[in-house]
């Protein structure tokens, strides 16, 4: 009996099935109470190595990308600078307008409430300066544009509501941060998201990310609903639907069916791990190798 049909019948005796696989040269499948165990097997070549695993790794992303439907919808949560009529992850943000300086002290633009924005900076003494802001062709009433300036030592954040002359005046600057003005300059960023939701726009994130970034919130913030916006930001980013399991104690694979190099893939929901998903466009975030090192079976 050959190796295979060593492994064949070896699979068969645990209850899976052999089902049709372009990746691998043989997958085996068992759909259990708790879930459904996959194992794929590459043979003995290393599986980066093997030139048939590159052909067939070749067409499984030749066919990705000119599948009629893709698999992944990354449309739904767009983390780009516009503006929502709901809060969303990670609107809160603002994107750079320009940099004032000495060199290049105004700066125009438009945005979505108003036609046209000129930015101005102004040296007003030894020890303050001021920023011009100038608004016209309000495009809509009450549509309002929120700002950020910033001198890398301090900042001011405010909204714009109406056409004119917007004046923010910095008095009694240290004489670091003026010479920080004078050589690099002040930032201006305009906020990606109305103003009204940057504040609910920054708490969604905030619960996404809380326990990653080591942040008790307030208000009695549960892991359920911690759990729910990873899943929300998960279902929402890429059309992945995520299920409670019926059995959470989950599946333990045969420690006989485990060889040296097999891989595992991993999907958690915490934040950054729905950021890793989402970034890479996989549905795991983390890997590990078996590695068995005399009778002890190690994850890497």
Same mark, same amino acid.
């Given at each position: 009996?050959?190796?295979?049909?060593?492994?064949?019948?070896?699979?068969?005796?645990?209850?899976?099935?052999?089902?049709?696989?372009?990746?691998?040269?043989?997958?085996?499948?068992?759909?259990?109470?708790? @879930?459904?165990?996959?194992?794929?097997?590459? #043979?003995?070549?290393?599986?980066?190595?093997?030139?048939?695993?590159?052909?067939?790794?070749?067409? $499984?992303?030749?066919?990705?990308?000119?599948?009629?439907?893709?698999?992944?919808?990354?449309?739904? *949560?767009?983390?780009?600078?516009?503006?929502? +009529?709901?809060?969303?992850?990670?609107?809160? @943000? #603002?994107?750079?307008?320009?940099?004032?300086?000495?060199?290049?002290?105004?700066?125009?633009?438009?945005?979505?409430?108003?036609?046209?924005?000129?930015?101005?900076?102004?040296?007003?003494?030894?020890?303050?300066?001021?920023?011009?802001?100038?608004?016209?062709?309000?495009?809509?009433?009450?549509? #309002?544009? @929120?700002?950020?300036?910033?001198?890398?030592?301090?900042?001011?954040?405010? $909204?714009?509501?109406?056409?004119? +002359?917007?004046?923010?005046?910095?008095?009694?600057?240290?004489?670091?941060?003026?010479?920080?003005?004078?050589?690099?300059?002040?930032?201006?960023?305009?906020?990606?998201?109305?103003?009204?939701?940057?504040?609910?726009?920054?708490?969604?994130?905030?619960?996404?990310?809380?326990?990653?970034? @080591?942040?008790?919130?307030?208000?009695?913030?549960?892991?359920?609903?911690?759990?729910?916006?990873?899943?929300?930001?998960?279902?929402?980013?890429?059309?992945?639907?995520?299920?409670?399991?019926?059995?959470?104690?989950?599946?333990?694979?045969?420690?006989?069916?485990?060889?040296?190099?097999?891989?595992?893939?991993?999907? +958690?929901?915490?934040?950054?791990? $729905?950021? *890793?998903?989402?970034?890479? #466009?996989?549905? *795991?975030?983390?890997?590990?190798?078996?590695?068995?090192?005399? +009778?002890?079976?190690?994850?890497?």
């Amino acid at each position: 009996m050959t190796l295979d049909e060593q492994l064949y019948l070896k699979y068969e005796q645990n209850d899976f099935i052999s089902i049709p696989s372009k990746l691998s040269d043989a997958h085996f499948q068992k759909i259990s109470p708790h @879930g459904i165990e996959s194992h794929l097997y590459f #043979g003995n070549q290393p599986l980066l190595g093997h030139r048939d695993f590159r052909k067939r790794a070749f067409e $499984a992303i030749k066919d990705r990308f000119i599948a009629p439907e893709p698999t992944l919808n990354l449309t739904d *949560i767009d983390i780009k600078c516009e503006r929502s +009529d709901l809060p969303n992850f990670f609107k809160f @943000g #603002g994107q750079h307008v320009g940099t004032l300086n000495l060199s290049h002290p105004s700066q125009t633009f438009t945005s979505p409430c108003f036609e046209s924005h000129t930015i101005s900076l102004e040296i007003t003494g030894e020890n303050s300066y001021s920023v011009l802001h100038k608004t016209s062709g309000l495009k809509k009433l009450g549509c #309002g544009d @929120g700002f950020l300036y910033s001198d890398l030592f301090n900042y001011h954040a405010g $909204a714009i509501y109406w056409d004119g +002359d917007h004046k923010f005046e910095f008095k009694l600057v240290p004489e670091e941060e003026m010479e920080s003005v004078k050589k690099v300059g002040i930032y201006g960023f305009r906020m990606c998201d109305k103003v009204i939701n940057i504040v609910p726009d920054f708490i969604l994130t905030l619960g996404l990310l809380a326990s990653d970034l @080591g942040i008790n919130l307030p208000f009695n913030f549960s892991s359920e609903l911690e759990n729910d916006l990873d899943w929300t930001f998960i279902f929402e980013g890429m059309d992945r639907e995520l299920k409670e399991r019926t059995h959470p104690e989950g599946i333990t694979p045969d420690k006989s069916l485990i060889q040296s190099g097999d891989l595992f893939g991993e999907m +958690d929901t915490s934040g950054v791990d $729905a950021l *890793i998903m989402y970034g890479s #466009g996989s549905y *795991i975030d983390h890997c590990l190798v078996a590695l068995w090192i005399d +009778d002890e079976l190690f994850m890497l």
